[in-house]
T-cell receptor, first 110, second 113 residues
Framework: DTEVTQTPKHLVMGMTNKKSLKCEQH?????MYWYKQKAKKPPELMFV???????INESVPSRFSPECPNSSLLNLHLHALQPEDSALYLC?????????FGPGTRLTVL | QQQVKQSPQSLIVQKGGISIINCAYE??????FPWYQQFPGKGPALLIA?????SEKKEGRFTISFNKSAKQFSLHIMDSQPGDSATYFC????????????FGKGTHLIIQP
């Protein structure tokens, strides 16, 4: 099973809301990632977790707060987002060199 | 600085034809070159990948050709089908020991029936 699941599939939120994105994998992968993808653009790396510890933060604004509660779960907490944060948020996990992506959460900020 | 340069930006191919997408990279330390396929509203899915120690890798109708001296690699889709219509991204490790992938800008491929 090479599946990464993400919930919710779609999310609409106001600029004052607090919401969370969830990512789960049960493949035993110890590296997990958050990417952001704007329309007609490639994915851009936001955060990397390795063995449940944050190893890379690509200068992402603090209104995005990642969390890795255990080796199977990755969350992205959202607060006070801006309309320009509307995008497809992708989670991925890695085994060896291969990254497996989830289906993404389509986020719209009003 | 874009570490992986992909072309063309868009491509239209007739059904049954050969689709060719090219990528060039800067960092000679890169040791893994995947191609991802993405359909609208979906996450990228690994299509095929190659390491620099081989010049070609084939999986079904998909072939990667790798030219180490030119620092280029390309994806060939033989007998292209309408179901291959998607966006294709080449990628490479971010380099310098940093985890994660850096992607090319993508190629929007349309296969006409």
């Amino acid at each position: 099973d090479t599946e990464v699941t993400q919930t919710p599939k779609h999310l609409v939120m106001g600029m004052t809301n607090k919401k969370s994105l969830k990512c789960e994998q049960h493949m035993g992968h110890r590296a997990m990632y958050w990417y952001k993808q704007k329309a007609k653009k490639p994915p851009e790396l936001m955060f990397v977790y390795s063995y449940e510890k944050l190893s890379i933060n690509e200068s992402v604004p603090s209104r995005f707060s990642p969390e890795c509660p255990n080796s199977s779960l990755l969350n992205l907490h959202l607060h006070a987002l801006q309309p320009e944060d509307s995008a497809l948020y992708l989670c991925a996990s890695r085994w060896g060199d291969t990254q497996y992506f989830g289906p993404g959460t389509r986020l719209t900020v009003l | 600085q874009q570490q992986v340069k992909q072309s063309p930006q868009s491509l239209i191919v007739q059904k049954g034809g050969i689709s060719i997408i090219n990528c060039a990279y800067e960092n000679t330390a890169f040791d893994y070159f995947p191609w991802y396929q993405q359909f609208p509203g979906k996450g990228p899915a690994l299509l095929i990948a190659i390491r620099p120690d081989v010049s070609e890798k084939k999986e079904g109708r998909f072939t990667i050709s790798f030219n180490k001296s030119a620092k280029q690699f390309s994806l060939h889709i033989m007998d292209s089908q309408p179901g291959d219509s998607a966006t294709y991204f080449c990628a490479a490790p971010r380099g310098g020991g940093a985890d994660g992938l850096t992607f090319g800008k993508g190629t929007h491929l349309i296969i006409q029936p």
